[in-house]
C-alpha cells in the first residue's frame, strides 16, 4: 500500500518568504508527526496531531511555525518570515492511533534551503 | 523529560564482523525504545521496537537489540555485517507525552570489504 508522501522533495526560498511544506499520511492513521532534522541531527519533534486537533504542539520553535490538518488526513507546515536557520529536511510521520506502543511510519522528507 | 545518547557518530566495521551500535536512554516513565535506519535520500525506516515483554527484540535484516533497564542501554547489534547495512542509524525513546518520539544524534555505520 501507499507510505507517506511529502511534497515538494525540495524547496528552495529567499530569506523573509512563506513556505508551505505538504504530508500525506497512511490512509486511515488518525494520529500525524512533524519532524525537523538538522543536518548531522536527529530528527526533532515539532508538533503532533490527532484527527484534526493539535494534541502537542511543544515542540514548535516560534510563532512563526504552524501546521493545520483540516480534515484529519493531510496536513500542511507553514512557515512565515523564513530564515536561514530554518533549513533543514522536514519529515512527516504516521501512526495508526497515536498509541506508545504503535510504529510511525516516515514520510521521505522535504529538504527545505533558506538562502 | 526522556532523553537519548548514541555514543559514537561514526562506526567503521568490516565486513562480516560483529556491527555493535550503541543507544543509553533517560527516562522518568517506562520507556518504549525503537532503532530506526536512514538510508541515503530515503525516510527514516523502523528496524525494531521494545514495548514490554521480552528484552531481546529481533528485527529486520538480522538485527536484534536488548533493553537492558538497570544500564539505561538499548544497544543494537548484528552478528555479521553486509556492505548493504552501510546507512544511518537512530534510537529513540517514547512514553513521556504522547507519542512523540525523542532521538539521539544518531551513528553512521560504514562497511568496507
Known amino acids: 500500500g501507499a507510505g507517506v508522501s511529502q511534497t515538494p522533495s525540495n524547496k528552495v526560498t529567499e530569506k523573509g518568504k512563506y513556505v508551505e511544506l505538504r504530508c500525506d499520511p497512511i490512509?486511515?492513521?488518525?494520529?500525524l508527526y512533524w519532524y525537523r532534522q538538522s543536518l548531522g541531527q536527529g530528527p526533532e519533534f515539532l508538533i503532533y496531531?490527532?484527527?484534526?486537533?493539535?494534541?502537542?504542539d511543544s515542540g514548535l520553535p516560534n510563532d512563526r511555525f504552524f501546521a493545520v490538518r483540516p480534515e484529519g488526513s493531510v496536513s500542511t507546515l507553514k512557515i512565515q518570515r523564513t530564515e536561514r536557520g530554518d533549513s533543514a529536511v522536514y519529515l512527516c510521520?504516521?501512526?495508526?492511533?497515536?498509541?506508545?506502543?504503535?510504529?510511525?511510519?516516515f514520510g521521505p522528507g522535504t529538504r527545505l534551503l533558506v538562502l | 523529560a526522556q532523553s537519548v545518547t548514541q555514543l559514537g557518530s561514526h562506526v567503521s566495521v568490516s565486513e562480516g564482523a560483529l556491527v555493535l551500535l550503541r543507544c543509553n536512554y533517560s527516562?522518568?516513565?517506562?520507556?518504549?525504545l525503537f532503532w530506526y535506519v536512514q538510508y541515503p535520500n530515503q525516510g527514516l525506516q523502523l528496524l525494531l521496537k521494545?514495548?514490554?515483554?521480552?528484552?531481546l527484540v529481533k528485527g529486520i535484516n538480522g538485527f536484534e537489540a536488548e533493553f537492558k533497564k538497570s544500564e539505561t542501554s538499548f544497544h543494537l547489534t548484528k552478528p555479521s555485517a553486509h556492505m548493504s547495512d552501510a546507512a544511518e542509524y537512530f534510537c529513540?525513546?517514547?512514553?513521556?507525552?504522547?507519542?512523540?518520539?525523542?532521538f539521539g544524534a544518531g551513528t553512521r555505520l560504514a562497511v568496507h570489504p
Open positions: 510521520a504516521s501512526s495508526l492511533s497515536g498509541l506508545y506502543q504503535e510504529t510511525q511510519y
Open positions: 490512509s486511515g492513521h488518525t494520529a
Open positions: 496531531f490527532q484527527g484534526t486537533g493539535a494534541a502537542d
Open positions: 527516562s522518568s516513565v517506562p520507556p518504549y
Open positions: 521494545y514495548t514490554t515483554g521480552a528484552t
Open positions: 529513540a525513546v517514547s512514553g513521556d507525552g504522547y507519542n512523540k518520539l525523542i
